[in-house]
């Protein structure tokens, strides 16, 4: 899925999807952060508003870089949000990539957050799907474009993919009131867990090609 390999995707509500350049990593990570300001992992994450407010877009973007260079990163021509997909055996967050953004990171989440992220990020890696599948790292609208179809749009390029080949699509859903938005798009709830003893639930979902 390299950008120079794809050509746009008109979602059914009207927004059109396309593959991300690789330089707007940045912009993107932003679109991100104030997409998930109000999501309740990244709330536990980075409880102090101030801090999510000023620093987790910075993380998303150190998060994106590799996403977007690789091509696997949907967005719209008014960047109104960004899917962040990782093709099969591709999802794993190499340690290198925590490491070489270390500053951000510990901007981002501060001294004691950076234990909390790091347990986090096991509890979520541990269960992830074992089979081939495209994984969807994560997905946001700008907030004021939401209930526009915009998501729907970004998700449908690698879900038609996943369809084609015949490979499923996994993800991890960190709002229970976004399970019926991606019910519709095919995706099923197989577990429920809880980051932590005092974290909020996550919700593995799972979508078998049709």
């Known amino acids: 899925m390299r950008g ?6 008109r979602g059914p509500a009207g927004p059109t999807a396309r593959t991300a350049a690789a330089g707007q990593w940045r912009q993107l990570g932003q679109v991100l952060g104030r997409g998930f300001q109000d999501d309740p992992v990244w709330q536990y994450l980075v409880p102090d508003e101030r801090r999510r407010r000023r620093h987790v877009g910075a993380v998303f973007a150190a ?4 996403r977007a260079a690789a091509g696997t990163t949907w967005t719209t021509s008014g960047l109104d949000g960004a899917a962040v ?3 099969p055996d591709e999802w794993r967050t190499p340690w290198w990539d925590i490491v070489g953004h270390a500053p951000t990171i510990l901007r981002g989440f501060g001294l004691t957050g950076v234990a909390r992220a790091l347990r986090s990020l096991s509890a979520i890696e541990s269960g992830h ?3 081939p599948h495209w994984y969807l790292e994560f997905l946001a609208t700008e907030p004021d474009r939401r209930g526009r179809g915009v998501g729907s749009a ?9 369809d084609d080949e015949g490979v499923g699509a996994y993800l991890e859903s960190s709002k229970e009131a976004n399970l019926a938005f991606y019910g ?4 099923e709830v197989t577990e429920e867990f809880a980051l932590g003893p005092d974290g909020p639930p996550v919700w593995r979902m799972w ?4």
Do not use: I, K, Q, Y
């Not at 970004?154 to 038609?160: G, Q, S, Y």
């Not at 979508?207 to 049709?210: A, F, G, I, N």
């Open 129 to 131: 799907a074992d089979e």
């Open 63 to 66: 998060l994106l870089r590799r």
């Open 184 to 187: 519709r798009a095919g995706f």
């Open 4 to 9: 120079a390999d794809v050509t746009d995707a």
């Open 85 to 87: 997909w990782a093709g």
């Open 207 to 210: 979508r078998d090609p049709r």
């Open 154 to 162: 970004l998700m449908a390029p690698v879900l038609e993919r996943c």
